[in-house]
T-cell receptor, first 115, second 114 residues
């Protein structure tokens, strides 16, 4: 069964450093998403991406964040200058069509630890 | 404001007992409802979803959920719990009005005792 994959599974970085989290969505899916889950809190939407541009973003997704689909398979989330409060589990998801009428399939997550 | 509430943070049930996990939502638009499960170290796996039609939906692993519009609820049920069901369960709501984002509840952690 096709699945969303994410690398690395765990990333440790120093405050102020840039990190790139990588995702390979399911191959025939067209919509891509990033969510995060701070320890002990709920899963929060960050951004959705379609046709090489951002479709929607939350207020969490500020100028420190960017997303990119650099090739036909990868989807990345970049945090330019990490802060302690960026420590969280980051989930990538993909869907064939809009979230309102289709299912988002999630990857296993990348645990980001900012020291 | 749009919200999803899972009132129970932790639930403990005995293996073989029945299970009901509660989910309430507050949405202005027609909601699309999902239950996801997360086992330790794993991603979010879809258990079931409701878009329209029959309000009782069947999912994987013997789970079902019932959409009750009058109560703004989408509770997850299983008649007989197995030890392998121990995990974190998340209710999520999406709506065309809100675009593409899923709004998650805080989750319910299920512990299964022998």
């Amino acid at each position: 069964e096709p699945e969303v994959t994410q690398t690395p599974s765990h990333q440790v970085t120093q405050m102020g450093q840039e990190v790139i989290l990588r995702c390979v969505p399911i191959s025939n899916h067209l919509y891509f998403y990033w969510y995060r889950q701070i320890l002990g809190q709920k899963v929060e939407f960050l951004v959705s991406f379609y046709n090489n541009e951002i479709s929607e973003k939350s207020e969490i997704f500020d100028d420190q964040f960017s997303v990119e689909r650099p090739d036909g398979s990868n989807f990345t989330l970049k945090i330019r200058s990490t802060k302690l409060e960026d420590s969280a589990m980051y989930f990538c998801a993909s869907s064939e069509v809009l979230a309102g009428v289709d299912t988002q399939y999630f990857g296993p997550g990348t645990r980001l630890t900012v020291l | 404001a749009q919200s999803v509430t899972q009132p129970d943070i932790h639930i403990t049930v005995s293996e073989g007992a029945s299970l009901e996990l509660r989910c309430n939502y507050s949405y202005g638009a027609t909601p699309y409802l999902f239950w996801y499960v997360q086992s330790p170290g794993q991603g979010l796996q879809l258990l079931l979803k409701y878009f329209s039609g029959d309000t009782l939906v069947q999912g994987i692993k013997g789970f079902e959920a019932e959409f009750k519009r009058s109560q703004s609820s989408f509770n997850l049920r299983k008649p007989s719990v197995h030890w392998s069901d121990a995990a974190e369960y998340f209710c999520a709501v999406g709506a065309v009005k809100s675009g593409y984002a899923l709004n998650f509840g805080k989750g319910t952690s299920l512990l299964v005792t022998p």
